[in-house]
């Protein structure tokens, strides 16, 4: 009746899946403080952190890296969402059922509005080495 019921996973399995997404979600700052660990600058006055960008080798890698942090989410949703609906459309299919397009029209319009929603932040990192005035990048955040 529930076709991805979380029983089937041990918690080994779960416990490895948390981890790659740990150590995923680790890429980005260790490629900051690996390709250029002087570039870091520390503020205690107002308490913040930046990372200045100023090596030569960040034009390329900054456009890389944000363009990856936008990308790839987008596409796990598009995956995640066509694999859900395609799992309920034979779900229901098998039990004798209409599916419910509620729901459907939920799922597909969750994945819409977040797919749109990262959609600018993605187009400026992706686009970031056009950008002349480096604290122009800074300030985005």
């Known amino acids: 009746q529930y076709p991805?019921?979380?029983?089937?996973?041990?918690?080994?399995?779960?416990?490895?899946?948390?981890?790659?997404?740990?150590?995923?979600?680790?890429?980005?700052?260790?490629?900051?403080?690996?390709?250029?660990?002087?570039?870091?600058q520390?503020?205690?006055?107002q308490y913040?952190?930046?990372?200045?960008?100023s090596a030569e080798v960040w034009t390329i890698w900054r456009s890389v890296l944000g363009g990856l942090a936008s990308v790839v989410p987008n596409i796990i949703v598009i995956v995640t969402t066509?694999?859900?609906?395609?799992?309920a459309v034979r779900v229901t299919n098998r039990a004798g059922d209409k599916i419910k397009w509620q729901g459907l029209m939920t799922v597909i319009a969750?994945?819409?509005?977040?797919?749109?929603?990262?959609?600018?932040v993605g187009l400026f990192h992706i686009l970031g080495?056009?950008?002349?005035?480096?604290m122009l990048y800074v300030q985005f955040w």
């Open 4 to 40: 991805i019921n979380a029983r089937l996973w041990t918690k080994i399995k779960a416990h490895i899946v948390c981890g790659i997404i740990w150590i995923c979600s680790l890429t980005i700052p260790i490629a900051l403080i690996v390709i250029d660990k002087d570039d870091v």
């Open 42 to 45: 520390f503020n205690y006055l």
């Open 48 to 53: 913040y952190c930046i990372y200045s960008f």
């Open 82 to 87: 066509t694999w859900l609906i395609v799992k």
């Open 110 to 120: 969750t994945a819409v509005v977040y797919c749109l929603s990262v959609l600018p």
């Open 129 to 134: 080495k056009f950008i002349k005035d480096p």
